[in-house]
């Protein structure tokens, strides 16, 4: 079985070390002792990111839609062209590109330093082990 530090398991759960310690001071998830570092067993920690997922988006005012893995977050470059776009957001760690046309920019009003959510769907997800 995988496990894995507060340190680890933090930036998993895109947070801080001190939000994960604090979590689990909380027993919002289960540690244990290796030596002097908490450890987290990987099914504990899997079932704990699902949680706190579930939490997040019933805090949200999320709109109808059948994509499910939403990524919100900040634009961070607009790259127009005469008729295509960029745009860039970052979420937490991760960026996300997406291509649309000029148009739908305008029509979002999107701006660098906006807020914006990167909606994903796709027939094909490739998953590699780290």
């Not at 960026?95 to 994903?120: D, F, P, Q």
């Amino acid at each position: 079985m995988e496990s894995y530090t507060i340190g680890q398991a933090a930036r998993l759960l895109g947070v801080s070390s001190d939000t994960a310690r604090r979590w689990a001071d909380a027993d919002r998830f289960p540690t244990r002792r290796e030596g002097n570092r908490r450890i987290v067993d990987g099914p504990d920690l899997a079932a704990f990111c699902v949680e706190v997922a579930q939490e997040a988006a019933e805090d949200e005012d999320t709109p109808y839609t059948s994509a499910r893995n939403a990524f919100p977050g900040i634009v961070t470059a607009i790259k127009l062209g005469s008729v295509g776009a960029q745009v860039e957001v970052q979420a937490g760690p991760h960026r996300v590109v997406s291509l649309l046309t000029r148009e739908a920019v305008e029509e979002l009003g999107l701006e660098v330093g906006m807020r914006a959510t990167a909606r994903v769907k796709s027939t094909s997800v490739f998953i590699d082990r780290t």
